[in-house]
């Protein structure tokens, strides 16, 4: 390559007038704590366990807040940034408004690291280390039969309930994000994919922040868990695009199921229903029956069922390999869930260690 010295030269200054440009590459990694908050995995997984034991849907609402935050402007806690003169909130955006979940939880996190390391871990990493915390401890089975198993997390305290269990896939979590000292809310009004838009512009929201066919389709395999209010499906049960009938890729008991949880005019659309329709009543497992949903067209949100029901797509194949196979769609979950965690963070000496997840610092 530099073959003579004035080639030498050239590529020097290109590396230094590239490193002027560009100060802060620094890629993130999983000691960037080691030294200064070894425990911070310990206490996000903790406050997260103990969050679960009064409130099962609080892993898929931070989940969430994660991906709501990575979509934005990158991974960078803006999301979590309250009103003030000069923060227009991103909770107040379409997507978050009356939806998003679990400030309080990740306040009670940022105030325990707060205690061992002062201003140290920032909330966007909290974040990203709260979503692995939420997926593998979550219950994979939930059955009623008595087979007794070793169990790797606590998640479970009911042992008639829970009698065979484990967590949903875990993975290594990349650390060193800094948080943002602005927020976007028009960047949340444009960003995150809206259920009725459509796969096309979706898959294209995806494009934009580096995720492919695969990661949407992994992805949106969170919908295992957690809860949509009836606003963000009903339009698929009554007058679906002003045909006067349900959307026809709605099978037809399941349907029903859902107009009895969402009547025509009710409740102005709060109401909720598990996206995952075999989840028993309060629980919140983590499977790939996402998937076999798919395929037998209970998919909640029409955005779900697009990936199995728009012909000739490309989700398609990929809905059926994890339908098929857990161990793949867990696989593949936890690289879309690092590879999610990676857009555009603020490193090095970019954005602030917010002491307050809700404020800017001296803000
Ligand atoms: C593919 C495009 C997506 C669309 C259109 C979409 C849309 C939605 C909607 C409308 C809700 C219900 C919100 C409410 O009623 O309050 C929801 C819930 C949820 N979403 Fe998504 N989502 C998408 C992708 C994702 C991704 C990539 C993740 C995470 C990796 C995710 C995780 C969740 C979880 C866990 C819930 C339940 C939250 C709770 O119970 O608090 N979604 N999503
Ligand atoms: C992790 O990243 C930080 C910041 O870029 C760096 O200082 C540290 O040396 C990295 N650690 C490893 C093991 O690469
Ligand atoms: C974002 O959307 C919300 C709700 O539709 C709206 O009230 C708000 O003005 C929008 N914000 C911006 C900055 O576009
Ligand atoms: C898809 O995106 C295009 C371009 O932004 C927009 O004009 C169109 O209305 C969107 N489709 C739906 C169904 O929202
Ligand atoms: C369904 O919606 C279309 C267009 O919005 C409207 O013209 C039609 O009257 C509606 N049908 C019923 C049965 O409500
Ligand atoms: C509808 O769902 C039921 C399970 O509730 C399933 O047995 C049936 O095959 C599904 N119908 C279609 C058309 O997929
Ligand atoms: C299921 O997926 C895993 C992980 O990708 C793979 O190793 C395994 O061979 C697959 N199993 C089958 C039966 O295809």
């Avoid at 009710?266 to 309060?282: E, H, K, M, S, V």
């Avoid at 857990?326 to 090095?348: E, Y």
Wanted: net charge positive; proline share 4%.
């Amino acid at each position: 390559m530099a073959s003579s010295p004035s080639h030498f030269f050239v590529l020097i200054a290109t590396i230094f007038i590239s490193s002027l440009f560009h100060p802060s590459t620094a890629q993130l990694n999983s000691s960037f704590y080691s030294c200064t908050c070894p425990n911070a995995y310990t206490i996000v997984r903790s406050i997260v366990h103990q969050a679960m034991a009064s409130d099962t849907r609080i892993g898929a609402s931070l989940v969430r807040l994660h991906f709501h935050d990575c979509f934005v402007n990158g991974c960078d806690a803006s999301i979590l940034l309250d009103d003030s003169p000069r923060i227009q909130s991103e909770k107040h955006a379409a997507p978050n408004f009356k939806s998003a979940r679990g400030f309080e939880v990740v306040d009670r996190i940022k105030a325990a690291l707060e205690c061992s390391c002062r201003g140290v871990v920032s909330c966007a990493d909290i974040l990203a280390l709260a979503s692995e915390a939420s997926v593998s401890l979550v219950r994979t089975f939930f059955r009623f039969w008595f087979v007794w198993l070793p169990r790797k997390h606590n998640a479970c305290k009911d042992f008639k309930l829970c009698v065979l269990q484990s967590g949903g896939p875990s993975w290594t979590v990349l650390l060193g994000r800094r948080d943002s000292t602005t927020a976007n809310q028009a960047g949340a009004n444009t960003s995150i994919p809206s259920p009725s838009e459509g796969l096309a512009n979706i898959s294209n929201k995806f494009s934009a922040v580096g995720l492919e066919t695969t990661d949407l389709v992994a992805l949106s395999g969170a919908h295992t868990f957690g809860k949509a209010q009836c606003r963000t499906f009903s339009k698929r049960l009554y007058n679906f695009s002003g045909t006067g009938g349900p959307d026809p890729t709605l099978n037809a008991t399941y349907l029903a199921s859902l107009r009895q949880i969402c009547p025509e005019d009710g409740n102005g659309g709060f109401g909720l229903a598990n996206l995952d329709p075999t989840n028993t009543p309060d629980g919140h497992d983590f499977d790939n029956n996402y998937f076999s949903n798919l395929q037998s067209l209970r998919g909640l949100l029409q955005s779900d069922q697009e990936l199995f029901s728009t012909p000739t797509a490309k989700t398609i194949a990929i809905v059926n390999s994890f339908s098929g196979n857990q161990s793949a769609f867990f696989q593949s979950f936890a690289q879309s869930m690092v590879k999610m965690g990676n857009i555009s963070p603020l490193t090095g000496k970019d954005g602030e260690i917010r002491l307050n997840c809700r404020k800017v610092n001296g803000g």
